[in-house]
């Protein structure tokens, strides 16, 4: 690239100097011209010239005088000759004596018609730049032309002079392609500074590798540079945050980007995360970011963005699997101590106890189940229900069924109602355990005309209003200590988790004041599927 910057460069000053030089000849002639011209006309007005013409009527004296007189003004103005003629062409003077006399050799008809003209002529001096003026017998405009008067520069010596102008042209010119060679050359040193020293096509496969991989990478990846302006955003990370980043392009402001509002004042602050859970309107996302470092210069952040949604989905099944299986091997464990109870009883012969002790230990159990059964008939909330009881029970906690509670079908997606409920349930049965016997939890379903209620309540120590509001907003809890301190059950995402659930939905959320020996209720209002769910998307409501 230098090398053709100095290619250009020079062919372009060359050229130029090339026309300046010709225009400086061009000007040398005319400025030649013109003053033979005046010199001319002055001596075409001089008294001296008007008494030795005519030539038929002038004293002999008369026309000896012109010739000094001519090559006085010729050495006083510089120029090469001065002939003064009559009109049949006749010299009468030179700076040549012996051409006085003798015919003027030039272009003639113009002047004889009163015309003044120049020209480019070949005489006896050689190559000349000539005036010709008409001398007239008066100084009355149409007087008769009684002589001419021919004053000229020769071509060699507008070429001395102009050579003697030539060695400041041409420094000119040296200067010019020195201070633009040294242009190029700094410019070219910017350049490779900037392209951190590599070539086009190094830049052109880097950027090319550089694109390929970010289409490819399976991990989101935003980078904000200092004045928290995105500079980068790769397809992953569209997909991730659609629609928040559909028209966002380089140099647009985080600001004012419809993000997350956790993820938005992440990005804003730069101060970095490690595996920070963070919830978008329908994903879990797991996010990192560090600054971006260059040569001891922080240019900003880079955020790389994983989707966890499907792994939270996998991970809550497995842990409700194994806490459901802890639960039914200490139930067995407890059925096996019952059954021993049972049996040690009838060999002591007290049946009609035994009987009693079996029948109390199954009402207990299967009434709980019966209730499910008959109110509940979506299987999947069914069993979920159920096996919120078999571990709430091993925790000491009792799992009540509001006798108002009445679901036939799942009037939301089965996932969904799913999510809600179980996160309530976990988030009451931790409250219960913080509080003092009895523990309960209480749990109710049911249709309100277009809405499914979804309310929870606890014997817990409650839940204020904003700390409610904050928990479904980024995420939030109660106890100091968890029961499964798991990355994504734990750290207050279950509450998150259901007010994602709300606002994509468009239902509301909100904590019911406590009734007698409750510590919090918390009521939950879905549109029923195809009545509403496109109103308020985004409304999550207080108390």
């Known amino acids: 690239m230098l090398r053709a910057q100095l290619l250009v460069l020079a062919v372009l000053v060359l050229g130029g100097g090339a026309g300046v030089l010709w225009e400086a000849r061009q000007a040398e002639e005319r400025a030649a011209a013109a003053r033979a011209s005046g ?23 008369a026309r000896a005088a012109v010739q000094p007189y001519a090559e006085a003004v010729r050495r006083a103005t510089g ?48 190559p000349s730049v000539r005036a010709v003026v008409p001398v007239r017998a008066s100084t009355e405009a149409d007087a008769p032309v009684v002589g001419m008067v021919a004053v000229g520069v020769t071509r060699e010596a507008i070429s001395r002079s102009f050579v003697r102008q030539l060695p400041a042209l041409l420094a000119a010119l040296a200067l010019a392609l020195l201070l633009a060679a040294a242009g190029s050359v700094s410019i070219s040193r910017w350049v490779r500074r900037s392209t951190h020293g590599m070539e086009p096509a190094e830049l052109t496969r880097l950027y090319e590798y550089s694109e390929a991989v970010l289409h490819a990478l399976g991990e989101g990846l935003l ?17 991730l945050l659609a629609p928040a980043l559909d028209d ?37 996302l797991l996010v990192d970011q560090a600054p971006a470092v260059w040569e001891g210069r922080v240019l900003g952040s880079v955020t790389t963005l994983r989707d ?10 497995l842990d409700e699997t194994r806490d459901l299986a802890e639960a039914l091997r200490s139930q067995a464990h407890e059925s096996a101590n019952r059954l021993h109870t049972v049996v040690a009883m009838v060999e002591m012969g007290r ?19 019966d209730l499910l059964v008959s109110e509940v008939e979506e299987p999947a909330v069914a069993a979920l229900l159920l096996g919120k009881s078999a571990q709430a029970a091993e925790w000491g906690v009792e799992l009540r069924l509001d006798p108002a509670t009445s679901l036939t079908t799942a009037p939301v997606p089965v996932r969904d109602l799913l999510t809600v409920l179980g996160n309530l349930v976990d988030n009451a049965v931790e409250a219960a355990l913080a509080a003092p016997a009895p523990r309960w939890v209480r749990v109710l379903l049911a249709v309100e005309g277009p809405e499914c209620v979804v309310e929870v309540a606890d014997s817990g120590s409650g839940i204020a209003a904003g700390d409610l509001e904050e928990a479904l907003r980024r995420g939030w809890s109660r106890k100091a200590q968890r029961l499964r301190p798991d990355p994504v059950h734990g750290h207050g995402l279950g509450l998150a988790l259901v007010g994602q659930v709300v606002r994509r939905h468009g239902g509301s959320v909100s904590a019911l004041p406590a ?21 308020g998307a985004d409304q999550v409501a207080g108390p």
Request: glycine share 10%; hydrophobic share 40%.
């Open 351 to 369: 049946t009609e106890d035994a009987v009693r002790f079996a029948t109390a230990e199954l009402d207990v159990a299967q009434s709980l189940t």
């Open 39 to 61: 010199v001319a006309a002055t001596v075409a007005l001089a008294p001296a010239v008007t008494a030795a013409l005519p030539l038929e009527g002038a004293p002999p004296a």
């Open 308 to 317: 966890h949604t499907r792994l939270r989905e996998l991970s809550r099944d």
């Open 515 to 535: 009734e007698p020996g409750a510590g919090s209720r918390v009521l939950v209002r879905l549109p029923v599927a195809g009545q509403g769910a496109d109103e």
């Open 79 to 126: 120029t090469d000759f001065v002939v003064v003629m009559g009109t049949d062409r006749t010299r009468l003077s030179h700076p040549d004596p012996a051409q006085i006399g003798r015919t003027f050799l030039g272009t003639t008809a113009p002047a004889l018609r009163g015309e003044a003209f120049t020209e480019t002529f070949t005489g006896t001096l050689g």
């Open 248 to 284: 966002a392009g380089p140099g647009t402001a985080v600001e004012g980007l419809p993000l997350p509002p956790a993820l938005r004042a992440l990005l804003l602050e730069g101060s970095g995360a490690s595996d920070e859970v963070l919830l978008s309107a329908d994903r879990v």
């Open 223 to 239: 980078v904000v540079d200092r004045q928290q302006r995105l500079q980068l955003v790769n397809d992953e990370a569209r997909r």
